[in-house]
């Protein structure tokens, strides 16, 4: 950990450091939104593992002041948030991210918000939702309205979180909303994130903004072995989660003729879906150790691994792991950029890490530390390696709704306790506080 003999050294300057956070999971305020899918899955018994909603979660929506402050007494340059396109829609919902952004700007956090963060309008679900073309079309109306709204006080930009999360949890496995089990046939829902964050990027330049990325999530994939079999699972685990995301944004081509499974006019819309980036967001939690199928289902990480996928994520021993079960892997955030760096060369963007966290229980939070710590260095040692790298966001700035795991998972830097709704920071805060003040 960073001690007086051994300080993290210093980034770049200008760096941005911030925090994360994503509208479904820390506003609340459901009745004054429409509905999404999420509303839908919870209220489904057995979707969610504590029976929770979110339709109060940790109410920042009437509590955001006092997160602003919190906000402020830490340092950060900026705060990542997401927009809940159910709020837009609704009468006056855009009157709630004006108050947000003003609030931000008045404390001096830069307002870095995700103009989509896994929380479709059930009224577009009713209708297909990402298995549809039209939604993208949608989304890019979407974009424009809120770009004209916040563009005079918004200046970075983020499209979309995670499509490969949401395409598999939501889509394909059916362990998150809106709880489709469509296996491989979930990939047009792929496209049609992907096209959605290139018309998002359109809408956006249209209305002049100039600072834009996408958040991907990546992690290196370990085979489980040098033998055959597990190279060959780990390379299609490693084109599905990673290369699937990246390459289209990045390369305008999908790897491997997966552009031949894809719905529509694929030549055209992958111009539209690599218009050129200003930074590519990475989500980084840890690498994955993948070997061949194993003939039975696996239960990994909250999630079930059908026996009939062609490969099997398998646990990395002799590591330590966070009360969710992840394993904490530093290195391996290190590895995963300076190999995107020597995969993509000049055609990756300056990189932002737009979220890295992790689950731990209390507020005296040793364990948080330890991790963030080692993140820090790991991540530096890319910079050293020669990644252009601009920022680092934690996740998340408090405790929240984790999606189907409900409250039992905490990744916050400050305590929130859920019958009170009080903020507590938790040492992490302290922690990262000081780094950001050494920092400058």
């Not at 950060?76 to 855009?94: K, M, N, Q, T």
Request: proline share 7%; charged share 20%; aromatic share 10%.
């Amino acid at each position: 950990m960073a001690t007086e003999e051994h300080p993290i050294p210093p980034f770049p300057a200008g760096f941005l450091w911030g925090v994360s956070t994503s509208a479904h999971q820390i506003e609340g305020a459901a009745e004054l939104r429409e509905p999404s899918v999420w509303d839908a899955f919870t209220a489904e018994p057995g979707r969610v593992k504590d029976g929770s909603t979110a339709a109060v979660a940790v109410d920042h929506y009437h509590r955001y002041p006092e997160d602003v402050a919190l906000l402020a007494d830490l340092g950060v340059d900026a705060y990542r948030f997401s927009i809940s396109w159910p709020r837009v829609r609704a009468e006056g919902g855009l009157d709630f991210y004006d108050r947000l952004v003003d609030a931000l700007c008045t404390a001096g956090v830069r307002p870095v918000p995700t103009l989509f963060h896994w929380d479709l309008p059930t009224a577009l679900q009713e209708k297909g939702g990402w298995l549809e073309r039209d939604t993208a079309a949608r989304y890019a109306e979407y974009v424009s309205a809120v770009a004209e709204r916040l563009g005079d006080r918004v200046k970075k930009w983020i499209t979309i979180n995670e499509p490969a999360e949401h395409t598999l949890f939501g889509h394909a496995l059916g362990a998150h909303a809106p709880g489709k089990q469509l296996m491989f046939d979930a990939l047009p829902v792929a496209h049609h994130l992907l096209l959605a964050h290139g018309l998002g990027v359109q809408a956006l330049r249209a209305a002049g903004a100039s600072d834009i990325g996408i958040a991907n999530s990546h992690g290196p994939t370990w085979p489980a072995s040098q033998e055959q079999p597990d190279l060959e699972a780990a390379a299609f685990y490693d084109l599905l989660l990673n290369r699937l995301f990246a390459e289209p944004v990045l390369l305008g081509e999908y790897p491997d003729g997966l552009g031949d499974l894809m719905p529509g006019d694929v030549a055209a819309d992958l111009k539209v879906i690599s218009e050129p980036l200003d930074f590519y967001g990475v989500n980084y939690y840890a690498p994955t150790r993948v070997g061949a199928p194993q003939g039975a289902d696996i239960e990994f990480g909250g999630l079930t691994i059908p026996a009939e996928l062609p490969f099997s994520v398998q646990q990395i021993e002799n590591v330590p792991v966070t009360d969710f079960g992840w394993p904490v892997v530093p290195e391996g955030l290190t590895e995963v950029l300076t190999g995107f760096r020597e995969r993509y060369g000049d055609r990756l963007p300056p990189v932002v890490i737009t979220e890295n966290g992790c689950s731990y229980e209390g507020v005296h939070d040793q364990a948080r530390i330890a991790y963030l710590d080692g993140h820090v260095r790991a991540l530096h040692k890319a910079v050293e390696a020669g990644v252009d790298v601009r920022g680092y966001f934690v996740w998340s700035l408090m405790d929240n709704f984790e999606w189907a795991e409900g409250y039992a998972q905490r990744f916050g830097l400050v305590h929130v306790d859920l019958d009170t709704q009080e903020r507590t920071p938790k040492d992490s805060y302290r922690w990262f506080q000081e780094l950001l003040r050494t920092q400058g």
